[in-house]
């Protein structure tokens, strides 16, 4: 068998209808090329090593789980990327999806490297704890509507699929989770760039309870930061509004 780490935020799946559950969520994203993060003692692997006209692989930190998914499912051979998935690099040339029980204490970096692979990265659906999924798919007005929630939608459409008790999983957390699925933007939003947008929306929820106009004061001149629309607060600022908003920065570099 094998040990949790809580070193690793391990809390592995137990509950067969939640992978069952995630499965049929998968079957409806593209899947040519599928990859794992954190099989663990493969919960779902089991699920997806059987998935025809698949090319799967899965990446795995943890020597000991290598050895316990090696020895349990023999046709994971050449299949595990021994490694961080936060430092690896792209795992296949062409376009993937992603799934996993996410590893709590970094599944906000998990998006983040998504993000950064956004153009090969063409679904994803992962396990998060709930507080961290509410926040990505939350909307303008929400209390959790935040820096996540901005920079994933700017890019992917983020459905909340369902939550899972904490008696689905060994150990059990002591918090409630959730399964969320990314897609591709149906309709891409223009933006200055990238590196534009990210300055902006991390100074303006930086002091979320200020008006926009005193959070982003040194992005805009002012002439701009006159207008009606500084006078709102940053959860107050849709998505499209604040990418927007970006062509408005002053500096030909921001």
Not at 106 to 113: A, G, L
Not at 148 to 153: D, E, F, H, K, N
Request: charged letters at 25%; proline letters at 4%.
């Amino acid at each position: 068998m094998y040990t949790l780490k809580k070193s690793l935020g391990q809390h592995f799946l137990k509950d067969e209808k939640i992978g069952a559950a995630i499965l049929t969520e998968l079957q409806k994203c593209p899947c040519e090329n599928l990859l794992e993060i954190g099989p663990g003692g493969g919960a779902l692997t089991r699920f997806l090593i059987d998935l025809k006209n698949v090319n799967f692989k899965a990446v795995e930190i943890d020597e000991e789980k290598i050895a316990f998914l090696m020895n349990t499912y023999p046709q994971l051979k050449d299949k595990i990327i021994k490694g961080d998935f936060l430092v690896i690099e792209k795992p296949f040339s062409e376009k993937f999806t992603v799934i996993g029980n996410f590893p709590y204490n970094i599944s906000t970096q998990i998006v983040f490297k998504i993000l950064e692979w956004k153009e090969s990265v063409q679904c994803m659906i992962g396990m998060f704890q709930k507080e961290v999924a509410q926040r990505l798919a939350a909307k303008e007005g929400s209390k959790v509507y935040g820096v996540t929630s901005v920079l994933t939608q700017a890019f992917y459409d983020v459905a909340y699929l369902f939550e899972v008790g904490q008696n689905s999983f060994t150990p059990p957390p002591k918090v409630m989770s959730a399964v969320i699925k990314l897609t591709p933007r149906k309709q891409s939003l223009a933006m200055r760039n990238e590196r534009s947008l990210r300055i902006l929306v991390k100074a303006a929820f930086n002091q979320r309870r200020k008006t926009l106009r005193n959070a982003v004061r040194s992005l805009f001149d002012e002439k701009e930061l006159g207008s009606d629309f500084f006078n709102r607060r940053a959860e107050q600022v849709s998505v499209e509004e604040f990418t927007a908003l970006t062509f408005r920065m002053q500096g030909s570099d921001k």
